[in-house]
């Protein structure tokens, strides 16, 4: 049986002096067991995450983080063109030559010298970043009052695949049938804020229906996520980190 929760909260917590957006006040890193070795998971500040294997390691949504100590990145992916997604300045610091996978939004939106390292993916294509296959997936508002923050058709979650693991980010969405339709997958950001997101009650109705093994409620500023780790109950095993322990 699955572990219903488990919690971390990031060192901020400790009585040390330190600045806001900090990348030392992030969450101690999770690590998931893989085929082709054991993948590390550094949750950063509100979408903001890398995940590595080795010598690769993936920036998602690299935004509004000071990357003081973390390591270079050899692949980015990001989801859509929001400020706390996108921060085209940032990204100019950080990407060195890793390659970029964009929507066709963020790549009209690049700084230019970023543009030749860059992909588009649309939603339900695939391909590869620094040798780790992806999938984006459609991110999307569905209810009627919610669709023009997230219009059908503009933004992407990703699954990259590590080994035999399949890890989906799921950007900014709410539960819509591509998500609910997911097989095979191991580990799940999933994103859970008012009035942009999923309500805790739509993302656990979404891991009820495509039952990863392990999920992580991120993007969730103002959300009582122990409120979804009661809905999933013993469907899976929650992992709730401190995302804002960084600011």
């Given at each position: 049986?699955?572990?219903?929760?488990?919690?971390?909260?990031g060192?901020?917590?400790?009585?040390?002096?330190?600045?806001?957006?900090?990348?030392?006040?992030?969450?101690?890193?999770?690590?998931?067991?893989?085929?082709?070795?054991?993948?590390?998971?550094?949750?950063?500040?509100?979408?903001?995450?890398?995940?590595?294997?080795?010598?690769?390691?993936?920036?998602?949504?690299?935004?509004?983080?000071?990357?003081?100590?973390?390591?270079?990145?050899?692949?980015?992916?990001?989801?859509?063109?929001?400020?706390?997604?996108?921060?085209?300045?940032?990204?100019?610091?950080?990407?060195?030559?890793?390659?970029?996978?964009?929507?066709?939004?963020?790549?009209?939106?690049?700084?230019?010298?970023?543009?030749?390292q860059?992909?588009?993916?649309?939603?339900?294509?695939?391909?590869?970043?620094?040798?780790?296959?992806?999938?984006?997936?459609?991110?999307?508002?569905?209810?009627?009052?919610?669709?023009?923050?997230?219009?059908?058709?503009?933004?992407?979650?990703?699954?990259?695949?590590?080994?035999?693991?399949?890890?989906?980010?799921?950007?900014?969405?709410?539960?819509?049938?591509?998500?609910?339709?997911?097989?095979?997958?191991?580990?799940?950001?999933?994103?859970?804020?008012?009035?942009?997101?999923?309500?805790?009650?739509?993302?656990?109705?979404?891991?009820?229906?495509?039952?990863?093994?392990?999920v992580y409620?991120?993007?969730?500023?103002?959300?009582?996520?122990?409120?979804?780790a009661?809905?999933?109950?013993n469907?899976?095993?929650?992992?709730?980190?401190?995302?804002?322990?960084?600011?």
């Amino acid at each position: 049986m699955p572990t219903r929760r488990t919690v971390m909260l990031g060192i901020a917590a400790m009585p040390i002096a330190l600045s806001a957006q900090s990348s030392l006040a992030a969450p101690a890193p999770d690590t998931l067991a893989t085929s082709a070795g054991d993948v590390t998971i550094q949750p950063l500040n509100h979408a903001t995450l890398i995940l590595s294997l080795g010598g690769r390691v993936l920036y998602v949504d690299p935004a509004k983080v000071d990357f003081t100590g973390q390591p270079a990145a050899t692949g980015i992916l990001i989801t859509h063109a929001h400020g706390d997604h996108f921060d085209p300045d940032n990204l100019s610091k950080i990407a060195g030559k890793a390659p970029i996978v964009v929507t066709e939004e963020i790549m009209g939106k690049l700084p230019e010298a970023l543009k030749p390292q860059a992909i588009v993916l649309e939603n339900g294509q695939s391909g590869t970043i620094d040798t780790i296959p992806v999938m984006a997936v459609p991110a999307y508002n569905t209810s009627a009052d919610k669709q023009q923050f997230h219009p059908k058709g503009v933004g992407n979650g990703y699954v990259p695949s590590f080994g035999d693991k399949k890890i989906y980010v799921a950007g900014d969405t709410e539960n819509t049938p591509e998500m609910e339709a997911l097989t095979g997958i191991e580990m799940a950001f999933l994103p859970m804020n008012q009035p942009y997101t999923m309500t805790p009650e739509q993302a656990a109705a979404a891991v009820k229906a495509f039952k990863p093994r392990i999920v992580y409620p991120y993007h969730s500023r103002g959300t009582d996520t122990t409120a979804f780790a009661d809905l999933v109950g013993n469907t899976t095993e929650v992992r709730l980190r401190d995302w804002y322990a960084a600011g």
